[in-house]
């Protein structure tokens, strides 16, 4: 811990009626609260802590029945469309999971949308290819799959040899996928999570064999290859919606709320920062848009 | 229980590391030490490797599974299967005899690991393995016996040591990678084809801002424009693009956090079986 001898702690401002004097009040506290968290991370834990409430308020308004809407989103409703038309062609579908570790979030979402599409197709009696490019992603691709499945009340349409490792290497990964969409034909390709060069390739790929192709990211380098090759894009903030969108649970629904109420809040600090930058552009000495940097980063 | 203990095990984890985030960082001029929960944080983070580790084994088992029952069942593509699997285990083989070199018995070191070449400073030059470079010398593994003997670094003039994995790895495979990798030129090419295509109001202006970004991005565009181009690409560039960009990650992050949270208080199960 903290030795009081080792340096002079800042003293506190007398009064807080300057930038320079609440610079001076913010250096005497981070002075002290330093032993016990990091004084440049307190901005993020604050916002983390309002975010959690408005979510947990959200939820909890969505709980007691208050109707939050969400508006139509056309990639999602897109997803039953994909499957239905690979039902009536009689081919499978392909779910990539995205090239990242399961400690990426997109990840671990995109085992949330693969358990809802197993569903359906176990529904439809649907066969679902998921190639993973990560043993522990496939492990989590097999258990989102199974659980799919019987919550269709269908638990015998979970196919084990379905749920595939192919490789590690993005590009071996990425030639085992057009592999499987030259020999197995999928009708539906739904790509759900965080892509890098191959997004492109995939997304080409499947658009040369017909499928019908849904993707889903909030990678913004890659978002424009799959605009520009699928039929519908679940883009950035949508992405992380799907599940709300599609199960329309309480707690789910509450946390978009409580997304969109904290950007709201931004976009305000957003307009108050753009003021006090443009204040601060001749201004000399220590200005109230350093304090604002300082908080906001 | 089943369902209930994975849930535990992810809040109590989740917790820590985001404390450990959070908590005071090592400065020793004012006397503030590492703190236990980054020994906690580094400890877990020790764990995973070792999970990951393990779970690559279960990636093999699906690969090995998987093809093996197509080769079984006579499968038309049984010819791909098995070269993937002989590569796969050759790899392996290969991989781990290098590691293992000091172990191997004679017979299967010749056979598996190309022998290292010492050029001494006597302009002689030995064949043999080297294990490992101790402060006396190189230890090394020569001979019909392969006998272990150590020759000093002063006696050393040079030493080549040619591995039969990294050249599998950098003559086969990284090509084959560059090669799916260049195959992006093309794909980039027809996507653009297509999504240029001036059909509506929405993609005439994607074609024109397409068309503008691209000459100003290139040195002969920029030229035949008198610098126009580059100019109009930069606005494009920092004032459209980069505010959609911006909304967006804004629009994901919020996303993240409500997921990440989520997941740590243990709210979001769908994740797992039940």
Redesign the interface.
């Known amino acids: 811990?903290?030795?009081l001898q080792?340096?002079a702690s800042p003293p506190w401002p007398e009064t807080l009626d300057s930038a320079a004097a609440a610079w001076q009040w913010m250096d005497a506290a981070s002075w002290r609260l330093?032993?016990?968290?990091?004084p440049e991370?307190i901005p993020?834990?604050v916002a983390?802590l309002v975010?959690?409430w408005f979510?947990f308020a959200s939820q909890r308004k969505a709980k007691r029945g208050v109707e939050i809407p969400i508006r139509r989103l056309a990639g999602l409703d897109a997803l039953d469309e994909a499957i239905g038309r690979a039902t009536e062609m009689g081919r499978p579908v392909l779910y990539v999971p995205g090239t990242d570790?399961i400690?990426e979030?997109?990840t671990?979402?995109s085992?949330?949308i693969l358990?809802h599409v197993a569903r359906k197709t176990a529904e439809y009696g649907t066969p679902i290819i998921v190639p993973t490019k990560?043993?522990?992603v496939?492990?989590?691709a097999e258990?989102?799959v199974?659980?799919g499945c019987?919550d269709a009340g269908r638990p015998d349409a979970f196919v084990a040899?379905n749920?595939?490792?192919?490789s590690?290497?993005?590009?071996?990964y990425?030639?085992g996928i057009a592999g499987i969409m030259y020999?197995e034909k999928p009708a539906a390709n739904i790509y759900m999570g965080m892509f890098y060069?191959e997004a492109?390739?995939l997304?080409?790929?499947g658009?040369l064999h017909g499928a019908i192709q849904v993707a889903g990211t909030?990678r913004?380098e890659q978002?424009p290859?799959f605009?520009?090759?699928c039929d519908y894009t679940i883009?950035?903030?949508e992405?992380?919606?799907v599940?709300a969108y599609l199960t329309r649970e309480p707690?789910l629904v509450g946390?978009?709320r409580?997304?969109d109420v904290?950007?709201v809040a931004?976009i305000v600090l957003f307009v108050i920062g753009t003021w006090l930058a443009t204040g601060a552009q001749e201004a000399a000495g220590r200005t109230w848009f350093d304090v604002y940097q300082r908080v906001f980063g | 229980m089943k369902r209930e203990i994975p849930i535990l095990l992810t809040v109590i984890c989740g917790l820590l590391v985001t404390v450990a985030f959070f908590a005071p960082a090592p400065d020793d001029a004012r006397g503030i030490h590492p703190t236990v929960w980054q020994a906690i944080n580094s400890e877990l983070l020790a764990w995973a490797t070792v999970l990951v580790a393990v779970a690559f084994l279960l990636g093999i088992a699906n690969v090995v599974r998987i093809n093996l029952r197509q080769v079984a069942a006579r499968h038309p593509d049984r010819w791909y299967k098995v070269v993937l699997l002989v590569s796969m285990f050759a790899f392996l083989v290969i991989g781990l005899a290098e590691m293992h070199e000091s172990d191997l018995p004679a017979p299967l070191l010749r056979m598996l690991v190309p022998a290292d070449r010492i050029t001494l400073q006597s302009g002689g030059e030995i064949e043999g393995w080297i294990m490992e470079s101790t402060p006396v010398g190189l230890r090394v593994r020569e001979g019909e016996a392969l006998e272990e003997r150590v020759i000093p670094h002063a006696e050393v003039a040079s030493i080549v040591e040619p591995s039969l994995k990294l050249w599998i790895y950098f003559k086969i495979f990284a090509p084959l990678q560059a090669t799916m990798f260049a195959l992006l030129a093309f794909y980039v090419a027809s996507a653009t084809f297509r999504a240029f295509r001036a059909r509506s109001l929405e993609a005439t202006l994607l074609l024109v801002a397409g068309a503008v970004v691209m000459l100003g991005q290139v040195s002969l565009g920029n030229e035949w424009t008198g610098g126009v181009a580059g100019e109009v690409k930069d606005f494009l560039m920092n004032n459209f693009v980069k505010a959609a960009e911006r909304a967006i990650v804004i629009g994901a992050s919020f996303g993240v956090l409500a997921t990440g949270l989520r997941i740590v208080l243990g709210l979001e199960r769908s994740y797992l079986s039940e």
Not at chain 1, 34 to 38: C, E, G, H, I
């Open positions: 811990m903290i030795d080792a340096a330093a032993p016990w968290v990091q991370k993020t834990l983390i975010f959690a979510m570790e400690k979030i997109q671990i979402y085992m949330m358990r990560n043993a522990v496939m492990a989590f258990e989102a199974r659980q019987a040899d749920i595939r490792y192919l590690d290497e993005q590009f071996a990425c030639a020999r060069a492109l390739i997304a080409e790929t658009f909030s913004i978002l290859a605009v520009a090759a883009m950035g903030e992405y992380f919606a599940t707690s946390t978009i409580a997304g904290v950007k931004a």
